[in-house]
């Protein structure tokens, strides 16, 4: 009975006490309440009031800037305050985060869990008795869709004394505390290229295990793009994606920066136009993935690790394959499990050396150049004439016209010898250096995030790669039980041996043609010719033992390996015929630039661009399964597509440049423009028919 009537006495007791006086209210996904730092004013004194959002747990809203999409909450005031809508202060936005709406495309700027959006109140000169706030509050409000709110929110203030309110004044000084502060360095922006150049100049620089990302207050810059970071003695500096091809007058924003303990800190900036300022890059370079929008290096050398795995599903790499299959065939047949695990051991040696050779050329060509690509040996003619007879060769001996070491009947007590070692070392090798130019699934946006990253960065994840492709082979080995599905020895081993033959031969023709597209007719039949003087110097080793002879043999194996990759010089190419050079006439396709792009885009007609190489395996065998087919054609056509083609199978610095600015290692990229649209989406690098057409009719 007496909690009955005491405890609701109590509460009416307690609402008739002066102070401020609010209730939260239900917008649906968020509970929005008006606060004020006092629990009562006197007239003419400004103080902080501020919207506080409790958000249902997912759901998130959006920063003054929202990024790629999103609304930022505002506020009205209504009818039946007791101020004018002078009286209302700009928020005062504290420092967003990173929100990933789909990962890689769509980032936006904002806040989830809770959010106090502070700004500053100015109570009437001539307020008497009690002043009335009444706001109408309005925000998007997002998870997986996204939903705008409007609540009805009022606080009422005493007019006597100020007096602060403990709580709500604690809780608006640790948001205000929150927001940017102004930078007390210089910034500038480089906007003569692209990426554009934010340098950062400030007493001591930065701590080189910091993260620093940039949030611009307009949309100046591609928001979903990672923003590389480099350290110098004076500062840093961030390479921004540009959303337009010109910058008029300063770039602003705030920069956030994120120490290695997790305490981020915002600074306001407006960086005018100039250049970098020096030694403000280049001591520590690295990426910077402040957020969820980023992803650290575990997480791009897991990605290397599984497109390593799928690499060995690739068309380049399978013919290789080949010979490691006919290796671990023999390597059973022994019936030593050490044996076994040897040659795993050696040709995962092969592979990791072969890939952290890659990375090292890599690193090299990046510090002299400034870019660099995978695929860059595929470019050189001599290096492609080189291989093209090496698998020639190969051909040769799986066919049995010479043999390496001791003849397949008797593998068994030769395979622990440095030959049968050496054999799978090689063999890694010979995986690595036709497999890496291939960029199938997961690979593409693994290594393309990583190559402008510092040098032992780009090392792990390569032998990442690398591992990847070893592993099926390293776990054959080692597990116990696992070799042993593999079928006994017999006469069918040396059919086999034979048969893998063709597909080394048909490697030869795929690089015989990437080598006439990289250095013209002339270099194919040098090399064809190299390859007859090899068959000839092998024919005439097997048939006498005189020295003179083989003296002869060794000469025309070495003249027909070595002329034909002197004579293949790049440098000899043809003019190029253009992008369209490796469709048919009727696909109407035409060559790449970012001028051409412009113009289609401006037109608003949708657009596609294929990234793409003779060399490149997963761009020809998308075009036979894709690209080539009468159904994307009649879609091409019935819509209006514009197919763009730009051919990657010589070096083409615009190329170069244009996959560094979209973060891709190499080819195969795709870019769909809808119509109307300004930036692509990035596709994936394997295409099918059905997402082509699914994209063109989505029109």
């Known amino acids: 009975m007496i909690r009955r009537f005491i405890l609701p006495l109590l509460a009416a007791l307690m609402a008739l006490l002066p102070g401020a006086h609010a209730q939260p209210v239900d917008g649906g996904r968020a509970m929005v309440e008006l606060i004020a730092e006092r629990e009562s004013v006197v007239p003419g004194e400004t103080f902080y009031a501020a919207i506080k959002m409790d958000l249902d747990t997912g759901w998130h809203v959006y920063w003054r800037n929202a990024g790629d999409a999103g609304l930022p909450p505002r506020i009205d005031l209504r009818d039946g305050s007791d101020i004018a809508d002078a009286a209302l202060g700009p928020f005062v936005w504290p420092i967003p985060h990173l929100l990933p709406v789909v990962e890689g495309e769509i980032m936006d700027y904002g806040y989830d869990d809770r959010l106090i959006l502070p700004f500053p109140l100015t109570i009437p000169a001539d307020a008497t008795g009690s002043v009335q706030v009444n706001l109408l509050a309005d925000y998007l409000i997002c998870e997986e869709i996204c939903i705008p709110e409007t609540v009805e929110i009022s606080l009422t203030l005493p007019v006597g004394d100020s007096e602060p309110h403990i709580a709500n004044g604690t809780l608006i000084g640790e948001w205000v505390a929150k927001a940017p502060r102004d930078f007390g360095g210089e910034a500038r922006i480089d906007a003569s290229g692209a990426p554009w150049k934010l340098s950062l100049k400030t007493e001591g620089g930065f701590d080189t295990g910091s993260d620093i990302r940039f949030y611009p207050f307009g949309h100046e810059i591609s928001h979903p793009a990672d923003q590389r970071l480099s350290f110098g003695r004076d500062g840093a500096t961030l390479s921004l994606t540009p959303a337009d091809d010109s910058l008029e007058g300063p770039l602003e924003g705030i920069i956030v920066v994120e120490t290695a303990d997790g305490t981020r800190t915002g600074y306001t900036l407006a960086a005018g136009q100039g250049a970098v300022f020096e030694n403000t890059s280049g001591i520590a370079a690295r990426a910077a993935f402040s957020g969820a929008g980023g992803k650290s290096l575990i997480a791009l050398a897991l990605a290397a690790v599984i497109g390593g795995l799928i690499l060995n599903l690739m068309p380049c790499v399978l013919p290789v394959l080949s010979i490691k299959a006919m290796g671990m065939v023999q390597a059973v047949a022994s019936g030593h499990e050490s044996e076994v695990r040897s040659h795993g051991l050696w040709y995962t040696a092969g592979v990791l050396i072969s890939f952290a050779a890659l990375a090292a050329a890599i690193v090299a060509i990046r510090q002299a150049t400034g870019t660099a690509n995978l695929g860059f040996q595929l470019q050189n003619g001599p290096t492609v004439a080189v291989l093209t007879l090496i698998m020639f060769v190969i051909g040769l001996w799986l066919l049995g016209m010479f043999e390496l070491g001791s003849s397949i009947q008797n593998t068994g007590s030769s395979l622990a010898s440095r030959s049968g070692s050496m054999g799978a070392f090689f063999t890694g090798v010979l995986a690595a250096v036709v497999g890496a130019p291939c960029i199938g699934p997961f690979l593409g946006a693994a290594l393309g995030a990583v190559l402008d990253r510092p040098a032992v960065s780009v090392l792990i994840v390569f032998l990442a790669m690398g591992f990847g492709l070893a592993l099926p082979y390293l776990v054959l080995s080692f597990v116990p039980g696992l070799s042993r599905l593999l079928p006994r020895p017999g006469r069918w081993m040396e059919t086999l041996k034979q048969f893998f033959a063709f597909p080394m031969f048909l490697t030869a023709a795929l690089l ?36 003179l002879t083989k003296v002869l043999a060794a000469l ?3 003249g027909g390996l070595v002329y034909p990759a002197l004579t293949a010089n790049s440098s000899a190419a043809l003019t190029a015929e253009g992008g ?16 051409r792009v412009t113009d289609l885009t401006d037109e608003g007609r949708p657009v596609f661009v294929d990234f793409t190489a003779t060399w490149c395996a997963t761009c020809q065998l998308n075009k036979v399964t894709t690209l080539k087919s009468k159904a994307v054609h009649e879609a091409f056509a019935a819509h209006d597509v514009a197919f763009l083609v730009a051919d990657f199978t010589r070096k083409d610095p615009v190329i170069a440049e244009e996959l560094k600015r979209r973060q891709r290692a190499g080819v195969p990229m795709y870019l769909w423009y809808p119509a109307g649209a300004t930036e692509p989406q990035i596709l994936p690098e394997v295409l099918s028919q059905k997402l082509v057409i699914g994209l063109v009719t989505a029109e």
Not at 524 to 540: D, E, K, N, P, S
Not at 580 to 595: C, H
């Open 556 to 558: 025309a194996m070495i």
């Open 580 to 595: 369209n050079s490796q469709y048919a006439e009727k696909y109407e396709t035409e060559a790449w630039s970012p001028d």
């Open 512 to 547: 015989l043609w990437t080598l006439g597209a990289v250095s013209g007719p002339a270099a194919v039949a040098w090399t064809v010719a190299g390859g007859t003087l090899i068959a000839f110097g092998i024919w005439l080793a097997r048939r006498s033992r005189g020295t």
